[in-house]
T-cell receptor, first 119, second 113 residues
Framework: DAGVIQSPRHEVTEMGQEVTLRCKPISGHDYLFWYRQTMMRGLELLIYFNNNVPIDDSGMPEDRFSAKMPNASFSTLKIQPSEPRDSAVYFC?????????????????FGPGTRLTVL | AQKITQTQPGMFVQEKEAVTLDCTYDTSDQSYGLFWYKQPSSGEMIFLIYQGSYDEQNATEGRYSLNFQKARKSANLVISASQLGDSAMYFCAMSGGYQKVTFGTGTKLQVIP
């Protein structure tokens, strides 16, 4: 069974360019999460979806960031325009369903991450 | 609000020895879940073990066990018989309420031959 798939694995771009990160969750998982990981700030939740609908985007740092989930098997995170401070590893994760306040269904399975470098 | 605290930024352990990674949490939820993830130098986040707040027995998965002490709000990870491949960052996390998972800052474990 394939895990969470992310592409590209590495992205190097120049400041001002548009960057699109892609994610395919585990089939059957209803929840999809986008995280950003940096040395300074650790792991930050950016946004999450339930059944393709964005539920909480309070972690999205600025209007330059946007995320979509057009169907159950695909999501994108877009940064436009990109800046050097956006350099980080971006993870996508998926989970089955919420447990009754914290059940095993909450277990999130992570993709391999996309290492973004903005020059 | 949920909070996870990992007070050990780094730990060393001799190969084949057991090691305990500390995690304390704070929540007002009555029902919650606790998780541990491993992040090796290659960068991926690997799910290790889960403990539900109403589970009476400590969770175990192979060489991993979760020492759950509800009254003390601690969920320490115990790795038995450490191997060189256990060298990694380890994150404690919890969920409660509606699908909001909170991660700790991590502990870097280094296994010494």
């Amino acid at each position: 069974d394939a895990g969470v798939i992310q592409s590209p694995r590495h992205e190097v771009t120049e400041m001002g360019q548009e960057v699109t990160l892609r994610c395919k969750p585990i089939s059957g998982h209803d929840y999809l999460f986008w995280y950003r990981q940096t040395m300074m700030r650790g792991l930050e939740l950016l946004i999450y979806f339930n059944n393709n609908v964005p539920i909480d985007d309070s972690g999205m740092p600025e209007d330059r960031f946007s995320a979509k989930m057009p169907n159950a098997s695909f999501s994108t995170l877009k940064i436009q325009p990109s800046e050097p401070r956006d350099s980080a590893v971006y993870f996508c994760a998926s989970s089955l369903f919420p447990g009754v306040g914290g059940g095993f269904g909450d277990t999130q399975y992570f993709g391999p991450g996309t290492r973004l470098t903005v020059l | 609000a949920q909070k996870i605290t990992q007070t050990q930024p780094g730990m060393f352990v001799q190969e084949k020895e057991a090691v305990t990674l500390d995690c304390t949490y704070d929540t007002s939820d009555q029902s919650y879940g606790l998780f541990w993830y491993k992040q090796p130098s290659s960068g991926e986040m690997i799910f290790l073990i889960y403990q539900g707040s109403y589970d009476e027995q400590n969770a175990t998965e192979g060489r991993y066990s979760l020492n759950f002490q509800k009254a003390r709000k601690s969920a320490n990870l115990v790795i038995s018989a450490s191997q060189l491949g256990d060298s990694a960052m380890y994150f404690c996390a919890m969920s409660g309420g509606y699908q909001k998972v909170t991660f700790g800052t991590g502990t870097k474990l280094q296994v010494i031959p």
